[in-house]
């Protein structure tokens, strides 16, 4: 297999499938994610969701803070149902 | 400037994707469909992505368990290569009165009358079989059919709307229909937000919680009105949970997806706001975390990842509106409630057959839109 430049590690799509979709017509990051799960994983995209704003950024022509952001859903950082009820440790 | 069509749909969900997949295969030529977001935006991409059929009325149930059949054949009907997940592992809906397992047997035997559906009704223990960390604590019973389940909401819009484009259906999204234009009692065109009008005789109104804004461009008072549900999802975990678990009486559901993670749902109509505002709250998370882990205390370890929430398009009787109106060319499909979703299929070939005036393969006529004046609305008594 060809070496593939990872985008989101949690759903493991490259950069390729990424530049696929965006090309397909999918020009927003919350349509990238509904199509391909993008940042869709424990870590919520952090580590993928400023990659793909540059990726629609580069094929559209728009700039950076151009690029519609996914709205911010809480909770921030995965968190234990227990945790919500008030019972549980963190650590356990 | 202006441009002609013979049908524009209104709302790029599954269902307007589905109608305008069905119309163009009947041989409609020039149909638009607008969607002022991006597919899937609302309801539809928001919902459970749950399929049954598991409803007790004859309308519902008709429809259902056809829909259910189109989405087993669906990715390659469609020719659609990224599949649409269907995923049948059942839905078991727990009873926790008598007078609730009577209800499911009611249904159920109408289901299997009817569609031959395979509906069951199992014992504590059965369901223990299915979903041992089930805390059964006065279950008295449940209903389950195991070829209920899950299909992925975007990719079954996606693969209608790729093939309706491939037969020639114009798609615009990011643009809005913003007026509708009514001469001598028919609709004659749609404005949409460029200013363009789009002349065309037929309008079909497949807008989900904004179906009352589009009835008003023609003068129609649809009682339909949003209201928020909530989902919460947690960390992919190893499959445990093959099927969907309901109860009505805490208003809760919960399923674990074919990815792993876990989908969590409470319907709180008293206290959820009616309008259009579709953000999350705190308040749901904490609500989830104690009325989820009451049915299943092993969850309290599982970790949350996301939450989001979505509109249900509301009627008196949270079942739909379908068909023509008053107005003529002007069609209705709206008002799907909480199961809207896995009728896309079914509903989107039936307002086909009716736009197109044949005899529709199932009678909607019930789910008309003059029930609400004449009082004959429709008993639906499995509705989250
Ligand atoms: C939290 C939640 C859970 C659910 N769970 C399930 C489930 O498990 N199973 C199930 O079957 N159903 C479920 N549903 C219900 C289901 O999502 C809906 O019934 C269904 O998606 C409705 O599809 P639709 O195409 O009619 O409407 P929508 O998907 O809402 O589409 C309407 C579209 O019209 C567009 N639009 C509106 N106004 C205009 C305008 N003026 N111009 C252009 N476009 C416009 C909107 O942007 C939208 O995209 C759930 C819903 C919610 C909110």
């Known amino acids: 297999m060809p070496d593939r430049t990872i985008v989101c590690r949690c759903e493991d799509l490259s950069l390729e499938e990424i530049r696929e979709l965006i090309d397909q017509g999918f020009k927003s990051i919350d349509e990238i994610k509904r199509i391909s799960r993008c940042g869709m994983g424990p870590c919520q995209g952090r580590g993928c969701r400023q990659i793909v704003a540059q990726e629609i950024a580069a094929a ?33 | 400037m202006s441009k002609k069509a013979d049908v524009v749909v209104i709302g790029g969900g599954v269902h307007g994707c589905s109608i305008a997949y069905h119309l163009a295969k009947k041989g409609y030529k020039k149909i638009v469909l607008l969607e002022k977001s991006y597919l899937a935006s609302s309801g539809t991409g928001r919902s459970a992505a749950g399929i049954r059929h598991q ?60 569609m031959n559906a395979g509906t069951r009704i199992l014992t504590v223990d059965e ?75 037929v309008v079909v109104n497949a807008a989900g919680p904004y179906g009352a804004l589009i009835g008003k461009m023609v003068g129609l008072d649809i009682p339909l009105y949003p209201e928020r549900h909530q989902i919460l999802v947690t960390e992919p975990l190893e499959m445990f949970l093959p099927c969907m678990v309901i109860s009505f009486t805490h208003g809760t559901y919960f399923k674990q997806t074919p990815h792993g993670s876990l989908l969590l749902g409470v319907g709180d109509p008293e206290h959820e706001v009616k309008d259009f505002n579709e953000e999350s709250t705190w308040q749901f998370l904490e609500d989830v975390a104690r009325k989820i882990t009451y049915h ?47 009728l896309g299929p079914v509903v989107g070939k039936i307002m086909a057959q009716v736009i197109s005036g044949e005899e529709p393969d199932i009678d909607i006529s019930v789910m008309n839109l003059e029930r609400f004046k004449t009082g004959a609305l429709i008993p639906e008594p499995a509705c989250v």
């Open chain 2, 55 to 114: 409803f007790g009325t004859e309308i519902n149930i008709r429809l259902s368990a056809t829909s259910v059949k189109m989405m087993e054949n669906l990715a390659q009907e469609l020719d659609y290569p990224r599949g649409i997940d269907l995923m049948q592992g059942g839905y078991m809906m727990l009873a926790y009165t008598e007078s609730q397992l009577e209800q499911f047997k009611t249904n159920a035997a109408l289901q299997n009358s009817l």
């Open chain 2, 296 to 342: 299943m205390p092993v969850l309290k370890k599982v970790r949350v990842v996301r939450q989001w929430a979505g509109l249900y398009d509301m009627t008196p009787d949270s079942q739909a509106i379908l068909g023509k109106t008053g107005v003529e060319g002007f069609y209705l499909d709206v008002g799907w409630s909480g199961h809207g979703l896995q």
């Open chain 1, 60 to 92: 559209t022509g728009k700039k950076l803070d151009e690029i519609e952001m996914p709205k911010f859903r809480p909770p921030v950082k995965p968190v234990k149902l227990g945790i919500l009820l008030g019972g549980e440790k963190e650590d356990e």
């Open chain 2, 127 to 201: 369901i223990l079989k299915i979903v041992p960390t089930l805390n059964t604590e006065g279950v008295v019973g449940a209903s389950f059919n195991e070829k209920d389940g899950h299909v992925d909401p975007f990719h079954v819009t996606q693969a209608y709307a790729d093939a309706a484009a491939r037969l020639g259906v114009e798609i615009m999204t990011r643009t809005e229909a913003v007026d509708i234009r009514v001469a001598g009692g028919r609709v004659t065109g749609v404005v949409i937000n460029s200013g363009e009008v789009i002349e065309t005789p």
